[in-house]
């Protein structure tokens, strides 16, 4: 948190299938692997893409969350089912040691390209529709934060939740 690259709104993915698109998801993907993320967008490694990644499998971190499917989604699109919103608490891979109180939309379509550029959406809810939000809001140069509205529910991990939490327990 602090570093502008991450205060930007990313650019447009131009062109599918390039040597430069692979390697920038291998690297995400490894990225994602090592910190037992449950997703990451480009900006987050110092990418001005509109390229984000999530899902995978079960993950350690997540015990009790529902399965995602493994995606890329390049520029994507959000669009509300409705207006209902669903809170829960949100942590970051750029935001270390931290967790927010964050409020998201219940339901979503999401729509946007795969790395072939192939075009595709999905209706979603719940933890994947948050997923979806948090690794989204990167690509327009929002961190989770930005969104907290009670911050006395904003705060340092073992603050909130005791010394038994693990520094690195954040949702993406």
Known sequence: MGDQRLLRVAQPVTEFGTPHLTALLQDMRDTMAHLDGAGLAAPQIGVDLRVVIFGGVANPRYPDAPDVADTVLINPELLPLSSEEEEGWEGCLSVPGLRGWVPRWKHLRYAGFDEGGQRFERVVEGFHARVVQHECDHLDGL??????????????????FGEDQPENDDLT
Do not use: H
């Open 143 to 160: 961190l989770y934060p930005m969104r907290v509205r009670d911050f006395s529910r904003f705060g340092f991990i073992q603050e909130l």
